[in-house]
């Protein structure tokens, strides 16, 4: 039936394929679902053309700024939490931040849904690849992965900014990954719409030997300023530290009384 | 289709009126059918409201029809936006849940309807469900929740949300009330289910006061552990 088919269920003889196995050794499962796509139109100029028209404006939540770097005792991560839908805030408190597993983070930026999606997918590969190959997965397959998801779907209007932070065997580890599926190493980035603000700060008061405090508060300082300069960022400060022995999230700060606390000392 | 055109531009200033020519007017599948939608959560309630007003363009195409849909007994999905995409999310998400029941022998909690509304309406990605989603309902432990959506998936669990036309201006008011941000000096008191039903009210009063897209009635589903009870306040029809 019509119904049956769009719903997406998975009849009980495919399950059955899956558990016992078709013979066909598959390193990454394909997601469950084909992705329905509007007839004869391109696909990333699609929902633009249909906004506006009888009152119709569909706006997906979007923007932020997080930022990431690595120092002597590892790797700081930290993001806003606003989610924009249009000029509307539709979120003061989104979580940006997805926990993969004790030893993998991965940050959100650029469209809330599409992120949410794959990284969580991620997850699900991370997960797998731990029961099947009885160890961890690598920061840099990790990243990988999810590089080669965006790929697939290259062109077809996909907003993604993400940073997967982790610790493994080679020690902490930072990429950068977008939706362009461009995958780059590297000790230091900012994504999002602030990003320019907040590259701003931390690449002046960045010092390879800084304290643990002092990593800290450079993050803070550098997501408070672009929230302050940036329209699409704000809400709170959401800062985790990646460790030799796994992540821990440091604090959840509120920008405002942040930004307070630096100006007194400004002016 | 519409016949005046769009006087102003996307910046907000004011367009150079000139006769362009033959203007093609593509078929739009979407349409927006108003509506607004609200939910709170408490203790151990959780209250999913919405009015009943079905319009289109300057029309009113029913003053009884309701936007909150009962899944399970504990948990109520409010969709506004284009109607036709409600009712059929609303069957999919019917029939999902059916089959859940079948193959698991439970029903599905509130915290699984709302992550396999994320795929559901992630799977449509490139042609969205033009659909502003919230469930109302309790957990596993009997607390109240309120998972809110965009129309391609994105969510997250919050306390109280509005969605919708109206949802720009009850969200502040609701930030203010129930949250008691932006202001000081306050007692933070907790809500309870009354004084919860009354501002769900007062507060869909001033937004039929604001928003042509609503008015008529207000449908509110109060789910509690002992089940949904459903009661109707009539509006402004004008």
């Known amino acids: ?267 | 289709a519409k016949m005046f055109t769009q006087v102003y531009g996307d910046n907000g200033k004011m367009k150079e009126y000139h006769y362009t020519g033959p203007v093609e007017h593509r078929f739009s599948p979407y349409s927006f059918n108003g509506g607004t939608v609200l939910a709170v959560a408490g203790e151990d309630f959780a209250i999913v409201a919405s009015d009943t007003r079905l319009s289109e363009g300057y029309s009113i195409h029913s003053r009884d029809s309701p936007k909150c849909y009962k899944l399970t007994n504990t948990t109520v999905i409010g969709c506004s936006g284009f109607h036709g995409d409600c009712l059929t999310l609303t069957k999919i998400i019917d029939a999902r849940l059916k089959m859940y029941k079948h193959s698991n022998n439970k029903s599905m909690t509130s915290g699984a309807i709302a992550a396999m509304l994320s795929t559901i309406l992630y799977g449509r990605r490139f042609f969205p469900y033009y659909v502003y989603n919230i469930i109302g309902g309790l957990d596993e432990e009997g607390k109240g929740a309120v998972y809110s959506f965009d129309p391609v998936g994105s969510y997250q669990r919050d306390t109280y949300k509005a969605g919708g036309s109206a949802s720009a201006m009850l969200q502040p008011l609701l930030d203010n009330q129930i949250g008691f941000k932006n202001m000081e000096g306050v007692q933070h008191l907790p809500l309870n289910q009354e004084k919860a039903v009354q501002l769900v009210k007062d507060v869909f009063i001033s937004a039929a006061e604001r928003d042509v897209y609503t008015g008529d009635a207000l449908r509110i589903c109060i789910v509690t552990k002992e089940g949904i009870k459903e009661e109707t306040v009539p509006l402004r029809k004008d």
Not at chain 1, 40 to 67: A, M, Q, W, Y
Not at chain 1, 70 to 99: L, P
Request: positive net charge; hydrophobic residues 35%; contains cysteine.
């Open chain 1, 1 to 267: 039936m019509a119904l049956f088919d769009v719903s997406g269920y998975k009849s009980h003889s495919e399950l059955r394929g899956q558990i016992i196995g078709t013979g066909v050794g598959h390193f990454i499962d394909r997601p469950n679902q084909q992705f329905s796509v509007p007839v004869g139109v391109d696909p990333s100029g699609f929902l633009k053309s249909c906004s506006r028209e009888g009152g119709v404006s569909i706006d997906l939540n979007h923007g932020t700024t997080t930022l990431a770097f690595t120092f002597r005792h590892g790797v700081i991560v930290a993001v806003d939490s606003r989610a924009s839908a249009g000029s509307y805030i539709a979120s003061k408190e989104a979580n940006k931040v997805i926990e993969i597993n004790p030893y993998l983070l991965g940050t959100m930026s650029g469209s809330a849904a599409d992120c949410q999606y794959w990284e969580r997918l991620l997850a699900k590969e991370c997960r797998l690849y731990k029961l099947r190959n009885k160890q961890r997965i690598s920061v840099s397959a990790a990243s990988k992965l999810l590089c080669n998801m965006m790929l697939g779907y290259r062109g077809m209007g996909l907003s993604m900014g993400s940073m997967i932070v982790g610790w493994d065997n080679k020690g902490p580890g930072l990429y950068y990954v977008d939706d362009n599926a461009t995958r780059l190493s590297g000790r230091m980035f900012s994504t999002g719409c602030g990003s320019s603000y907040a590259y701003g700060v931390i690449d002046s008061g960045y010092r390879e030997d800084m304290t643990v405090e002092e990593a800290y508060e450079l993050g803070r300082r550098g997501i408070t300023h672009a929230t302050h300069r940036d329209a699409y960022s704000g809400g709170v400060v959401n800062l985790y530290h990646m460790q030799e022995d796994g992540w821990i999230k440091v604090c959840k700060e509120d920008v405002s009384e942040l930004i307070h606390r630096y100006r007194k000392g400004m002016f």
